[in-house]
Antibody
Framework: QEQLVESGGGVVQPGTSLRLSCVAS????????MHWVRQAPGKGLEWVAV????????HYAVSVKGRFTISRDTSKNTLFLQMNSLRVEDTAVYFC???????????WGQGTLVTVSS | QSALTQPASVSGSPGQSITISCTGT?????????VSWYQQHPGKAPKLIIF???NRPSGVSNRFSASKSANTASLTISGLQAEDEADYYC?????????FGTGTKVTVL
């Protein structure tokens, strides 16, 4: 069964860092582009970042560019999101999702909550 | 990177049909056939219900259908059922960015 499981969320202070993990099972992340998407409490979905299937290309939303870094460890079939200089407005549930082809996101993980608060 | 525009809410009675619009620009919705739709129940992850503008994944009810005209995509739910009450998001993909819609809350009266 193809599945994604995120972890690493928590409560942190503004200006600090956090690294999220997303472990894939049932498929290889080396075969697909992988995305991070977030959802602030009570708000809509916001795309955050993508890594291409071969790991050679990454792109970020304007709101996180320069602060967040997407990466992966193919030996562990795991996707990461390194989040630096966190802001209150980064508070959200963070989902990872597989891009089957052309923005066809399936499956999604269950999400991990990041709360940035002083 | 502005979100695609959706109505905040749409409602209908069981058995009725409703349509949700998703308006973008020629640089996103209108420029590519990579529009997808997601259903999200409270506290759950989004679920893919439409990809490539009009296609349904295996296992998704044929009560869901979609289309696109110029810069606006649309999702129609026919024969509305109680289980369809959820939030719905459109999504437009390009090779360098992805935009989600503002989201529509569907209420079954």
């Amino acid at each position: 069964q193809e599945q994604l499981v995120e972890s690493g969320g928590g409560v942190v202070q503004p200006g600090t860092s956090l690294r999220l993990s997303c472990v894939a099972s049932g498929f290889s992340i080396s075969d697909y582009a992988m995305h991070w998407v977030r959802q602030a409490p009570g708000k809509g979905l916001e795309w955050v970042a993508v890594m291409s299937y071969d790991g050679s290309d990454t792109h970020y939303a304007v709101s996180v560019k320069g602060r967040f870094t997407i990466s992966r460890d193919t030996s562990k079939n795991t996707l990461f999101l390194q989040m630096n200089s966190l802001r209150v407005e980064d508070t959200a549930v963070y989902f990872c999702a597989r891009d089957v082809r052309g923005g066809w996101f399936d499956p999604w993980g269950q999400g991990t909550l990041v709360t940035v608060s002083s | 990177q502005s979100a695609l525009t959706q109505p905040a809410s749409v409602s209908g009675s069981p058995g009725q049909s409703i349509t949700i619009s998703c308006t973008g620009t020629s640089r996103d919705v209108g420029g590519y056939n990579y529009v997808s739709w997601y259903q999200q129940h409270p506290g759950k992850a989004p679920k893919l219900i439409i990809f490539d503008v009009t296609n349904r994944p295996s296992g998704v009810s044929n009560r869901f259908s979609a289309s696109k005209s110029a810069n606006t995509a649309s999702l129609t739910i026919s024969g509305l059922q109680a289980e369809d009450e959820a939030d719905y998001y459109c999504c437009s993909y390009t090779s360098t960015t992805t935009l989600f819609g503002t989201g529509t809350k569907v209420t079954v009266l």
